[in-house]
């Protein structure tokens, strides 16, 4: 008899399980900033009502700004963001004002408190995966740079790579401050024995966003460095939107690399044995925006035809990315059907 946690283990250990390891995830903006416990209510409620095989928690999105004042209204969401009042970063000079943090200052003291309700919550086993965002990923929001849309034109003209090219040395320190404070999180989470960080990397590695020579200069080291500190948890590194580059990530120290196939300019899953190092699990496998579409039939069919296309080779089942709000139960039903097949 598999347990979720074994399914999980024998994936990463390059192995074939009874099926692959499945789990989707989504925002409950509702109840997402009022405290823990509303939230962590939802997320168990998701994940004992569908049964998943793991658990990625979805925190609200805004939580790093608010940890250096930024500010948002949370009656006046933009899809899934809080409206930004205030971003903590508007010029250079703002740059100083990111010093490094407690590892449970404000907002990560709540996350830490919710991760451990939702252990505590758990109780069949499932390994869970807090959401983690990069360094990079970070500055960008603190600059109050929308993130990167998944399949829409990246734009290179916003404040953060405007601060990489005029003021280098100041960015470089922001985000070496922003690495130590994530440290120090992680090493919180880690104490309390978090199974694994679900690892932001956006749409930095887009091929129209950062040059490759900027990605290796202000993204890499600083992933690096936070990624030599999770190294006691699983690390499933996560790529969105076109022409991301996931081969960028293919010989990280990190355990899962999940990308969205389903993407203009990105390879197939299945394409994984040919350039993804043999010690990370691929991950992904349906396209998220099939979901909150009444498409319940054509999510079971793409469920099937990538479970077909991935028989011999270990991975994990999940959405190419965050599913939308609206998204329908009988949707996610034929989804665990015919991963269940």
């Given at each position: ?187 919180k989470m880690i104490d309390n024995g978090l199974f694994g960080v679900f690892y932001g990397a956006t749409g930095l590695s887009r091929s129209t966003y950062l040059t490759k020579e900027e990605w290796e200069e202000f993204v890499k080291p600083y ?91 270990p991975f994990i089942l999940a959405p190419d990315c965050s599913l939308a709000l609206n998204t329908y139960d009988d949707e996610l039903r034929a989804f665990i059907a015919a991963a269940h097949e």
């Open positions: 008899m598999w347990t979720k946690k074994d399914r999980v283990l024998a994936v990463l250990n390059g192995e074939l399980a009874d099926r692959p390891p499945v789990s989707a995830w989504r925002h409950f903006v509702d109840k997402e900033h009022s405290g823990s416990a509303l939230f962590v209510e939802a997320m168990l409620d998701w994940h004992h009502t569908y049964d998943w095989d793991y658990v990625k928690l979805q925190p609200r999105a805004s939580y790093y700004e608010e940890a250096w004042g930024g500010v948002f209204d949370f009656d006046n969401y933009e899809g899934v963001l809080p409206k930004c009042v205030k971003g903590p970063i508007g010029c250079a000079e703002d740059l100083e004002k990111i010093t490094v943090l407690p590892g449970d200052h404000g907002p990560f003291a709540e996350q830490i408190e919710t991760v451990k309700a939702i252990q505590e919550g758990v109780t069949d086993g499932a390994p869970i995966f807090q959401t983690m965002m990069c360094p990079t990923s970070i500055l960008q929001k603190l600059c109050a740079v929308n993130p990167i849309g998944r399949y829409r034109a990246a734009s290179r003209d916003d404040l953060m790579v405007t601060l990489m090219h005029e003021q280098p040395d100041l960015v470089h320190r922001t985000l070496k401050n922003i690495t130590d404070t994530m440290a120090a999180y992680s090493q992933d690096l460095m936070l990624m030599e500190v999770l190294k006691p948890c699983k690390i499933m590194v996560h790529a969105c939107g076109l022409e991301v580059n996931p081969e960028y990530f293919a010989h990280y120290p990190i355990d899962i690399l999940h990308w969205p196939e389903s993407a203009t300019g990105n390879p197939s899953l299945d394409s994984a044995p040919l350039w993804l190092d043999k010690s990370i699990t691929p991950m992904g496998g349906c396209d998220e925006r099939l979901f909150g579409q009444h498409k319940a039939e054509e999510i079971g069919a793409a469920t099937r035809h990538t479970l077909k296309r991935m028989k011999e080779i």
